[in-house]
């Protein structure tokens, strides 16, 4: 898994891509609670390279949205394709997390 990052205004524009399992998911989690512990509390995670996802890279996920949740900050998802896309819906993130197809429209949603 490689990420990338960038801060874009308000938000930090995070770039996920390759597989987050259960060998990766915590080098993720790791990397955004690094950046919430630098104040960091608006995120557009951008996952349009990521290519699988596991139950671990959602736990992953979910761990730092309610870290984010307890500072009133954000998490906003873009770029879902294929096998990520799906999982995305069939575990319900659709309807807790705010899902756009592009950064930019992250960045207008926050």
Do not use: W
Not at 48 to 55: D, F, K, M, Q, R
Not at 81 to 104: L, M, N, P, R, Y
């Amino acid at each position: 898994m490689n990420i990338a990052v960038k801060k874009e205004s308000n938000a930090l524009v995070v770039t996920v891509s390759g597989r987050m399992d259960a060998v990766t998911a915590p080098e993720f989690e790791k990397s955004i609670s690094g950046f919430i512990a630098q104040g960091e509390k608006v995120f557009v995670i951008n996952l349009s390279g990521l290519e699988y996802i596991s139950s671990a890279g959602l736990r992953s996920i979910l761990a730092c949205a309610k870290r984010l949740k307890e500072l009133a900050g954000k998490l906003i998802f873009s770029g879902l394709q294929g096998h990520v896309k799906e999982v995305f819906a069939i575990s319900g993130f659709h309807g807790i997390f705010k899902i756009c197809d592009s950064d930019a429209e992250g960045l207008r949603a926050i």
